[in-house]
């Protein structure tokens, strides 16, 4: 099946800066690539995905890129804020399965 | 626009004993997903449903199972409690089924097991 793995597991960034989260799957089938935010005993939050038809999307702070040959995707948060502080999780899974694929979570810690 | 909802919130259960979750997907959606995640892990894939039938399944044993109504909400039974099914049970809700669609998810039942 498939294996989703995160990097860094934990990352701390000063306030305004960027922060990038990668996740590498090995399933060459996966076409589709979600990204969850969950605070402290919140339900994950679907905040971003990417479909293998394109290389890249972005909204407002963040963006998620998309490299199918290398079979990774990134997590992009600009200007980073307190309320971004939480862990994020990268999902995949294939066409016709909707059975997602989750990495083990990555806690970004945004300090003031 | 109501949610996805989840209930109950907390429950507490010994070894051996048997459990019932439910869950109501967000208003339009017809698929739902139920996972399993531990402390400090990602969400573990048990099974999904659609049109009242078990779709796909996860690498989950035979003490797991589940139930669609026609109202699109869904139950989740575990049987023969362990230790080891502590864990927050998360349901997804989504529309359609096989096409990819994003998963909606409700605030999940955190289950005790002593």
């Known amino acids: 099946g498939e294996n989703v793995e995160q990097h860094p597991s934990t990352l701390s960034v000063q306030e305004g800066d960027s922060a990038v989260i990668k996740c590498t799957y090995s399933?060459?089938?996966?076409?589709?690539f979600p990204w969850y935010k969950q605070e402290l005993g919140k339900r994950p939050q679907l905040i971003i995905d990417?479909?293998?038809?394109?290389g890249e999307k972005k909204d407002q702070r963040i963006a998620v890129t998309l490299n199918k040959t290398a079979k990774h995707f990134s997590l992009h948060i600009t200007e980073t804020q307190p309320e971004d502080s939480a862990v994020y999780f990268c999902?995949?899974?294939?066409?016709?399965?909707?059975?997602?694929?989750f990495g083990k979570g990555n806690q970004v810690v945004v300090i003031p | 626009d109501a949610g996805v909802t989840q209930s109950p919130t907390h429950l507490i259960k010994t070894r051996g004993q048997q459990v019932t979750l439910r869950c109501s997907p967000k208003?339009?959606?017809?698929?739902v997903s139920w996972y399993q995640q531990a402390l400090g892990q990602g969400p573990q894939f048990i099974f999904q449903?659609?049109?009242?039938?078990?779709?796909q399944r996860g690498n989950f044993p035979d003490r797991f199972s589940g139930h669609q109504f026609p109202n699109y909400s869904s139950e989740l039974n575990v049987n023969a409690l362990l230790l080891g099914d502590s864990a927050l049970y998360l349901c997804?809700?989504?529309f359609g089924q096989g096409n990819n669609q994003p998963q909606h998810f409700g605030d999940g039942t955190r289950l005790s097991i002593l």
């Open positions: 997804a809700s989504s």
């Open positions: 990417i479909r293998s038809n394109v």
């Open positions: 999902a995949a899974s294939r066409a016709g399965n909707n059975r997602l694929a």
């Open positions: 449903y659609y049109e009242e039938e078990e779709r």
């Open positions: 399933d060459s089938a996966s076409n589709y």
């Open positions: 208003s339009g959606h017809d698929t």
